[in-house]
């Protein structure tokens, strides 16, 4: 089967999904040491009190790490799309993360296309992040654009 | 960072694409990516192993994208500060960049409007490394909201 016929049937039941949750990020707090931690990795006074990060939500529901191999990790939204690339990010933010908050999070299929690419089909999937404190209230939502430029080996 | 945060009659008396701030970031060192990388939950040796980079075609070790994501949306959040906040960010990334470079962060004006919120600003962002642009982008900012 071709690489065209591949990426156009993995999309095709990409979109037959959209609006679909595709994974519970779970929940987590933000706590001083995890602040302090990200703000020393940024560059920043470590001291939490000075505020938290707006880029420290998309990582304090970060999937469990597997540290038992030297390998890139894969991150294609499925079974057979390969190769990808950032296309873009966009984050509204309703507020400021805050020492204390408990932040939930899930991931919804937005959309799935198939585009021409300068060497060849290319499909791609965008992905919203969306982040709510305990009352249920929208903190942030990040959307991301995911290029994949062909199939898995 | 510590950049000094925007003032409405600053904004009142510049015009779109005009330069608002640069920040220059020190030198990327390998012992930031590995504690950005133990920060974030990031496992891919490309940015903490200098060899695993070359083996897959890249000079050195790879700054990780988040980071510098991460960068753009400090600097938008503290010309918000001490009031406001960032309310969006849209980037994307042109190149790669690399562990001992030194980025450069250049905040432009877009434009600006008073809402019943507070001030909203629309602003651009870019990174640069040895003058070219490694990451671009839009971004929005509250200054001095009314609850």
Not at chain 2, 14 to 24: A, H, M, S
């Amino acid at each position: 089967m071709t690489t065209e016929k591949l990426l156009s049937e993995s999309v095709g039941r990409l979109r037959n999904r959209i609006g679909a949750r595709l994974k519970d990020l779970g929940s987590s707090v933000v706590d001083p040491v995890s602040v302090r931690r990200y703000r020393e990795a940024m560059g920043l006074e470590s001291n939490p009190e000075l505020g938290v990060p707006a880029m420290m939500v998309a990582h304090l529901l970060r999937a469990d790490a597997d540290v038992s191999k030297d390998q890139r990790p894969s991150e294609s939204i499925d079974d057979v799309l390969g190769n990808p690339v950032n296309g873009g990010t966009e984050i509204h933010f309703k507020r400021p993360l805050k020492l204390g908050d408990v932040v939930s999070g899930e991931l919804i299929l937005v959309d799935a296309s198939l585009k021409a690419g300068k060497s060849g089909p290319l499909a791609v999937v965008i992905t919203e992040a969306r982040y709510v404190d305990a009352q249920a209230r929208e903190i942030a939502k990040a959307r991301s654009t995911m290029i994949y430029r062909g199939v898995r080996a | 960072m510590m950049l000094a945060g925007l003032q409405v009659a600053e904004l009142a008396k510049i015009e779109p694409g005009q330069l608002l701030r640069t920040y220059r970031r020190p030198q990327v060192t390998m012992t930031q990516l590995a504690f950005y990388c133990a920060a974030a939950g990031v496992v891919d040796p490309i940015h903490y192993d200098r060899e695993f980079a070359r083996a897959y075609g890249f000079d050195d070790a790879v700054v990780n994208g988040s980071l510098r994501v991460a960068w753009m949306a400090q600097v938008l959040h503290e010309l918000a500060l001490p009031h406001g906040w960032l309310t969006r960010l849209a980037c994307s990334h042109n190149g790669v960049m690399l562990v001992g470079q030194t980025p450069v962060i250049e905040v432009r004006y877009q434009s600006h409007i008073a809402g019943d919120d507070g001030t909203h600003a629309d602003l651009l962002i870019q990174t640069l490394v040895d003058g070219k642009v490694c990451d671009q982008g839009s971004g929005s900012v509250i200054l001095f909201p009314r609850f």
